[in-house]
């Protein structure tokens, strides 16, 4: 897979753990097919998908922390590369995909505290996607943590209402009613 693709420019980012670049067909593709089927019922439009600017967090997946000791001199150096492209375009929505590279991005970002793997678990993920959803600021890089591997049947139950909601639709609903909200102050629309 080449290290990335897409335009810098475009507003919507992927940074995705070398080691696991199915994310982007298992977990992206249906969470893009619920965000277009809700923008197109909400505004009959549709976002132009071929520019989103996709890019593996390191360059060597041989690099990519596997244990308590995870953050090496390395990834150090990938971090500074990556934050200066972010800072440099601005980005309005930054999703990663599971605990590396959210950790990955919050060092881009500096925020504190750092943490290590066994930090970020599927319910802190899950929390922390919804705070991001809560704090959505369309004036600064929203960082969208999404889940590496949900499990076959899709099922994540967000709460007693939201039965057979699956996380793809639930993720895709969350971030589709942003960019909905914000229409005017995103350039990704088709035609």
């Given at each position: 897979m080449?290290?990335?693709?897409g335009?810098?420019?475009?507003?919507?980012w992927l940074?995705?753990?070398?080691?696991?670049?199915?994310?982007r067909h298992n977990?992206w593709?249906p969470?893009?097919?619920?965000?277009?089927?809700?923008?197109?019922?909400?505004?009959?439009?549709r976002?132009?998908?071929?520019n989103?600017?996709?890019?593996?967090?390191?360059e060597?997946?041989?690099?990519?922390?596997k244990t308590?000791?995870?953050?090496?001199?390395?990834?150090?150096?990938?971090?500074?590369?990556?934050?200066e492209?972010?800072?440099?375009?601005?980005p309005?929505i930054?999703?990663?995909?599971?605990?590396?590279t959210y950790?990955f991005?919050?060092?881009?970002?500096?925020?504190?505290p750092?943490?290590g793997p066994?930090?970020w678990?599927?319910?802190?993920?899950?929390?922390e996607?919804?705070?991001?959803?809560?704090?959505?600021?369309?004036n600064?890089?929203n960082c969208?943590?999404?889940?590496?591997?949900?499990?076959?049947?899709?099922?994540?139950?967000?709460?007693?209402?939201s039965?057979?909601e699956?996380y793809?639709?639930?993720?895709?609903?969350?971030?589709?009613d942003?960019i909905?909200?914000?229409?005017?102050?995103f350039?990704?629309?088709?035609g």
């Amino acid at each position: 897979m080449k290290r990335e693709s897409g335009e810098k420019t475009y507003p919507i980012w992927l940074l995705v753990n070398p080691k696991h670049p199915a994310v982007r067909h298992n977990i992206w593709s249906p969470v893009l097919a619920e965000i277009q089927d809700r923008v197109f019922k909400e505004m009959h439009m549709r976002i132009d998908s071929t520019n989103i600017y996709v890019r593996n967090a390191v360059e060597d997946s041989d690099i990519v922390p596997k244990t308590l000791n995870w953050w090496g001199p390395e990834v150090a150096s990938e971090i500074e590369s990556f934050r200066e492209i972010a800072f440099q375009y601005k980005p309005k929505i930054l999703i990663t995909f599971g605990a590396f590279t959210y950790e990955f991005m919050r060092r881009v970002y500096e925020i504190k505290p750092e943490k290590g793997p066994k930090s970020w678990g599927t319910t802190k993920l899950g929390n922390e996607f919804g705070r991001s959803i809560q704090n959505f600021d369309i004036n600064k890089t929203n960082c969208i943590p999404l889940l590496r591997r949900v499990i076959e049947s899709g099922k994540f139950i967000v709460d007693p209402d939201s039965l057979g909601e699956n996380y793809f639709q639930y993720v895709g609903t969350k971030i589709a009613d942003k960019i909905i909200e914000n229409k005017d102050r995103f350039n990704i629309w088709v035609g």
